[in-house]
Structure formats: C-alpha cells, structure tokens
Nanobody, 124 residues
Framework: QVQLVESGGGLVQAGGSLGLSCVAS????????MGWFRQAPGKEREFVAT????????YYVNSVKGRFTISRDNAKNTVYLQMNSLKPEDTATYYC?????????????????WGQGTQVTVSS
C-alpha cells in the first residue's frame, strides 16, 4: 500500500481559495491513479475529482467543475486539489486516495489507500 498525507486545509470565506496537497510514499507513485473525496458531518463520503496515473486525464463531480482543479507531479509524489470560488457547501473533511491502476474512478471502493483527511471550512 502507498501511504498518503494531506495538507493545506483551513478556514476560508465564501468566494475564497484553498490548495490541498497529498504526498505519497512507499510505492511507485506513477503507478497509481489518484482521487479526492470529501465527507461532511452526517453525510456519506462523496467523490470530488480523479486523475489518471500519468496525469493526462481528469474528471470531476458536477458541483465542483470549473472551480476545482486536480493535478499531480509524479516527480514529487504529490497530487493537488486547487479549490477556487469556494462555497459553504464545500465544507467537509477532504481525503486523497490512491488506486493501483492507470485510470481513476468515482467510486471510493476502487481506492485501496487513503490519507487521514484535512478539514476545509468555508464561512458564509
């Protein structure tokens, strides 16, 4: 399994921006597709974005399209989530996840490794 550590969460006003990072260790990062998920209190974990192992293709949940950008740097073993135009409904704990495959997924059961999560709070 690959180990994942997220960082970059915090408190931001609506309309603001935050950037999350997730550093991987323990395995060859470029063999893994990556994903970001989030979970708000009392709600199920929700898919946010995914990226292929090469970084050539991305996919987003409709609610964040045009506002969030997932990217990766395989030389740094890092995946990023840039979040712009944040809304109060984006408030959640954000998790990065790794999938031992070239292609990403929207399903959390397809990912075998998870980070500990980082809190994002958007105030209105």
């Amino acid at each position: 399994q690959v180990q994942l550590v997220e960082s970059g969460g915090g408190l931001v006003q609506a309309g603001g921006s935050l950037g999350l990072s997730c550093v991987a260790s323990g395995r060859t990062f470029s063999n893994y597709a990556m994903g970001w998920f989030r979970q708000a209190p009392g709600k199920e974990r929700e898919f946010v974005a995914t990226i292929t192992s090469s970084g050539s293709s991305t996919y987003y949940v409709n609610s964040v399209k045009g506002r969030f950008t997932i990217s990766r740097d395989n030389a740094k073993n890092t995946v990023y989530l840039q979040m712009n135009s944040l809304k109060p409904e984006d408030t959640a704990t954000y998790y990065c996840a790794a999938r031992r495959a070239p292609y990403g997924s929207t399903l959390y059961r397809d990912f075998g490794s998870w980070g500990q999560g980082t809190q994002v709070t958007v105030s209105s």
